[in-house]
């Protein structure tokens, strides 16, 4: 895939980012407050939904929060269920709700965000054990759905997450999951892609600060190995579902997307893979990227065309 240019926009922020501290060096608690501040400050203003609500509903280990946020449209509607990035370890249903809202205006879909656990005090399984019960409940009790459209996305550790699901949901009989749209995913935690190296010190994650979330989240070697961690460690990946994967030039993730895209199609999946000239995390960045808003707007259009939003 010919390398896309970068531009000016995205040089400034890769200046100012340069020489962030390395995850280990911040208390979680920290980051995690960091992240929610400075998602403002890359943001546009949150866009209006007819409806936006807080939800819990029952897990296997107690009680997960939900945010629905559901538009004007005609019922029942498709659905896509959002699960957020940041290492497993930061991020919110807060850190995404102008992404979840701008999904769910201009993608004329019901998004729900789930607002799972996370590592280190929650380690997997536990962020799938979430996500898999807000899958399950958005599949068979959520009202006003039409459980024939239901999408799964998630950006970053969220995308991995969103794999998993298409995964597990194909092995377990359900629920049906129409399409997969993933952003930037980690998906082996071997780490051991060319694009580690080519972009071991990336400005927003280096090879280093990557390969520290997934110790967070599957300190095990074992665990690690598992499919449902590592999906490209998956043997089969026929009957998924068909596939967005938007990745980043400048991001040391890059090649696990790419490599995701071309076993879906290998395997007879259909997908649709974009890199764009941006790092990783930039999604979020829509206020001061025009990548960010492009990537934004190419997001809901696949989704409506997969979807079948009129």
């Known amino acids: 895939m010919q390398k896309p240019m970068v531009d000016d926009q995205v040089r400034e922020v890769l200046r100012r980012a340069a020489g962030a501290p390395h995850p280990a060096d911040v ?48 019922r029942p509607a498709p659905a896509i269920l959002y699960l957020h990035g940041g290492g497993w370890v930061r991020g919110s249903i807060e850190t995404h709700d102008g992404l979840c809202r701008e999904l769910a205006a ?74 997969q749209l993933l952003a930037y995913p980690p998906l082996d935690a071997a780490c051991a892609t060319p694009s580690f190296t080519e972009h071991a010190e990336g400005a927003m994650l280096t090879a280093a600060a990557m390969r520290w979330y997934w110790a967070q989240y599957a300190p095990d070697p074992e665990t690690a190995a598992s499919p449902y961690v590592s999906p490209l460690r998956a043997n089969d990946l026929e ?42 995390i930039m999604l979020l960045m829509d206020g001061i990227l025009e990548v960010a808003r492009r990537a934004r707007a190419d997001l809901t259009a696949t989704l409506r065309r997969a979807l079948r939003v009129e």
């Open 106 to 179: 201009d993608g004329r879909c019901v998004v729900v965000s789930v607002d799972y656990r996370l590592a280190p005090e929650n380690p997997y399984p536990a962020p799938l054990e979430d996500t898999w019960a807000a899958l399950q409940w958005l599949a068979n009790e959520a009202p006003g759905v039409d459980r024939s459209r239901i999408a799964v996305a998630g950006d970053s550790a969220g995308g991995t997450l969103a794999v998993a699901l298409t995964l597990r949901a194909r092995e377990e009989g359900g629920p049906a999951i129409a399409f």
């Open 239 to 280: 009957g998924l579902p068909p596939a967005f994967v938007l990745t980043c030039e400048l991001d040391p993730v890059r090649d696990d997307g790419g490599l995701w895209a071309d076993r879906l199609r290998a395997a007879g999946v259909a997908v649709e893979h974009r890199r764009y000239p941006a790092m990783h």
């Open 27 to 74: 208390k979680v608690e920290e980051a995690r407050r960091g992240l929610l501040a400075a998602v403002p400050s890359w943001s546009r203003p949150k866009r209006d939904v007819a409806s936006v609500r807080d939800v819990e509903i029952p897990t296997s280990a107690g009680f997960v929060r939900l945010r629905l946020y559901e538009p004007d449209i005609a």
